[in-house]
C-alpha cells in the first residue's frame, strides 16, 4: 500500500514539473522577432484580397510585395499583426515572397502566396437562349431509337409467347 501511494505522489510530482517547465522555459526565452507570417488564401486571382498574419509582431507594422502596394498591419494585444492586401491587377502570375516589417524585426515569407491568371474567355460554344436546332434533332432521334428498340422488343416478346 505505502508503495502503490509513493507511487502516486512521484507520478503526481513528475506530471505538475512536466507541465510546469515548457511555461518557464516559453517565458525565459520568449521568441522576440516577428515568425510565421503566413497569407490566405495560398492562390488567388489577379485583383482579389490576401488576409495576411504574423506572429509575434509589434507596433508599427507593414507588409509589401512586388504583387501588391506595402499595407498597414492592425497589430492586437497578443501581438498578433493582421491586415488585408490587394493583389494587383497586372501581378505577374506565379509564385510571389512578402516581407512583413515590424518594430520589432523583419520577417520575409519566400513563398507566401501564388497568383493565378485569368483564361481568355470568349463564347465558346454557349448559348444564352434555349435548345438550339441540333440539340432538338439529336434528343430527337434519341427518342425515336428509344420507342424503335422498345417496339422491337415487346414484339420478340409476344412471339415467344406462341411457340
Known amino acids: 500500500m505505502r508503495t502503490t501511494r509513493a507511487l502516486a505522489a ?3 510530482a513528475i506530471a505538475v514539473l512536466g507541465l510546469a517547465a515548457p511555461a518557464a ?7 522576440l522577432n516577428p515568425s510565421n507570417a503566413v497569407a490566405l488564401p495560398s492562390v ?4 482579389g484580397q490576401l488576409t495576411i498574419t504574423v506572429n509575434n ?3 508599427p507594422a507593414t507588409v509589401s510585395s ?15 499583426a493582421t491586415g488585408t492586401a490587394t493583389v494587383n491587377q497586372n501581378a ?7 516581407s512583413v516589417v515590424c518594430a520589432n524585426g523583419t520577417v520575409i515569407n519566400p513563398t507566401a502566396f501564388t497568383v493565378i491568371g485569368g483564361v481568355r474567355g470568349g463564347l465558346g460554344g454557349s448559348s444564352s437562349t434555349g435548345a438550339t436546332p441540333t440539340d432538338m434533332a439529336i434528343g430527337g432521334g434519341l427518342v425515336a431509337l428509344a420507342v424503335i428498340g422498345g417496339g422491337v422488343f415487346w414484339m420478340r416478346r409476344r412471339s415467344e409467347r406462341h411457340i
Open 10 to 12: 512521484a507520478g503526481a
Open 57 to 59: 509582431c509589434t507596433n
Open 44 to 47: 488567388i486571382a489577379r485583383g
Open 92 to 98: 505577374a502570375t506565379g509564385s510571389h515572397s512578402m
Open 25 to 31: 522555459v516559453a517565458r525565459d526565452g520568449m521568441n
Open 66 to 80: 512586388d504583387a501588391f502596394p506595402a499595407t498597414k498591419l492592425t497589430v492586437s494585444p497578443g501581438n498578433v
